[in-house]
T-cell receptor, first 109, second 113 residues
Framework: AQRVTQPEKLLSVFKGAPVELKCNYS??????LFWYVQYSRQRLQLLLR??SRESIKGFTADLNKGETSFHLKKPFAQEEDSAMYYC???????????FGKGTLLTVNP | DVKVTQSSRYLVKRTGEKVFLECVQD?????MFWYRQDPGLGLRLIYF???????EKGDIPEGYSVSREKKERFSLILESASTNQTSMYLC????????????FGPGTRLTVT
């Protein structure tokens, strides 16, 4: 069974501070991991995927297979980063995208 | 620009009513999905479809059914609505070759009283 755990329901930081949203996964196979984001009153949208190894809006995420983690990081948080963030795992065998329960990030001025 | 639309933003129904939630996408995507989103529970997959007239159960299909008669349209049906089905329902679509890159609709907030 595939599982995604986001241990923090809420995360609050000040503008300019570093931010890390944690994600751990359980999957028997080679994982494909993603971060989705939902800004206030907007649709859920894909933020980034591990395989592309790109930085989107200053965010990066590295897949650590040894620790089964895919934490999302940004060195300097901005107020517009305030949103709900979901980590997700794609299971090739069952064609399902399994989401974590989400972390609500608040960046204070 | 991918557009996924859902028939209603807000819906209020009574217990026992049959409820239809409609989703339409305009990008010729093969895959379509229905999720429910609840605080503290995240998104949970109800049903998905990878082709017209095809459907697969997700993680929480009980109390729901779906219909996909046309490629662009995917309907979620609550046969007999119950109060525990009060939730935000999200529809999504994706290409066959990139099934994990899902485009979401705005959601339907359903309240069952």
């Amino acid at each position: 069974a595939q599982r995604v755990t986001q241990p923090e329901k809420l995360l609050s930081v000040f503008k300019g501070a570093p931010v890390e949203l944690k994600c751990n996964y359980s999957y028997s196979g080679s994982p494909e991991l993603f971060w989705y984001v939902q800004y206030s009153r907007q649709r859920l949208q894909l933020l980034l995927r591990h395989i592309s190894r790109e930085s989107i809006k200053g965010f990066t995420a590295d897949l650590n297979k040894g620790e089964t983690s895919f934490h999302l990081k940004k060195p300097f948080a901005q107020e517009e980063d305030s949103a709900m963030y979901y980590c997700a795992l794609w299971g090739r065998s069952n064609y399902k995208l399994t989401f974590g329960k989400g972390t609500l990030l608040t960046v204070n001025p | 620009d991918v557009k996924v639309t859902q028939s209603s933003r807000y819906l209020v129904k009574r217990t026992g009513e049959k409820v239809f939630l409609e989703c339409v996408q305009d990008m010729d995507h093969e895959n379509m999905f229905w999720y429910r989103q609840d605080p503290g529970l995240g998104l949970r997959l109800i049903y998905f479809s990878y082709d017209v007239k095809m459907k697969e159960k997700g993680d929480i299909p009980e109390g729901y059914s779906v219909s996909r008669e046309k490629k662009e349209r995917f309907s979620l049906i609550l046969e007999s609505a119950s109060t525990n089905q009060t939730s935000m329902y999200l529809c999504a679509s994706s290409l066959q070759g990139r099934p994990y890159e899902q485009y979401f609709g705005p959601g339907t907030r359903l309240t069952v009283t």
